[in-house]
């Protein structure tokens, strides 16, 4: 099909996560687009630049701790649980989610947490912080209602999916490997 499609004047797009499989897709006549949102190395870099910006600020004050286990332990567990787990969930969700439902639950995040703060730590919001959130969410439920139904797309809305006969340009085909679109 893809014979046809550059014939026909259109340009194939496809995604892949791993930079090294562009060339096989140019190979192939596809126009590579690396969507990797998972970037272990920048991950990595970014926590070591972290690590080296705090420590001389709070070496000192955490000596203690190193002297106790079940601290240190707790501490190593705060960290896991407030930092790492939920970034890789983000990023899980992110690359798997419609944009909108990924946006919705962001903007649900401040809720629940102000929630969570009430109930476990007793931490009672202000009006004017409730209004806020508030106002957050209507705000994204809104911009959602805006945008209509979702748009179809091939594979369920997976970026580099192909334009759907329908809303393509006349003449257009669908391929399974990415977005036909006019050159």
Not at 4 to 12: F, I, T
Not at 77 to 92: A, E, F, K, R
Not at 126 to 133: D, K, V, Y
Request: aromatic share 4%.
């Amino acid at each position: 099909m893809l014979p046809l499609l550059r014939e026909a004047g259109y340009e194939v797009t496809g995604t892949t996560r791993v930079a090294s499989r562009a060339e096989e897709l140019r190979a192939a006549g596809i126009t590579p687009a690396v969507v990797d949102v998972y970037d272990r190395a920048a991950l990595g870099a970014a926590m070591l630049a972290g690590a080296v910006a705090a420590t001389p600020a709070g070496f000192s004050a955490a000596l203690p701790v190193f002297t106790h286990p079940a601290w240190l332990a707790w501490g190593i567990g705060v960290g896991l649980c407030s930092s790492v787990i939920p970034y890789v969930m983000d990023q899980l969700a992110m690359a798997r989610l419609p944009r909108a439902s990924f946006a919705l639950m962001l903007a649900l995040l401040p809720a629940f947490a102000t929630i969570t703060g009430a109930v476990v730590l007793g931490q009672i919001p202000t009006a004017r912080e409730l209004a806020g959130i508030g106002l957050v969410i209507v705000g994204v439920a809104v911009h959602r209602a805006d945008a209509g139904p979702p748009k179809v797309k091939g594979r369920g809305g997976v970026p580099g999916s192909c334009t759907p006969p329908s809303r393509a340009a006349p003449g257009a085909r669908r391929s399974a490997g990415g977005t036909a679109g006019p050159r």
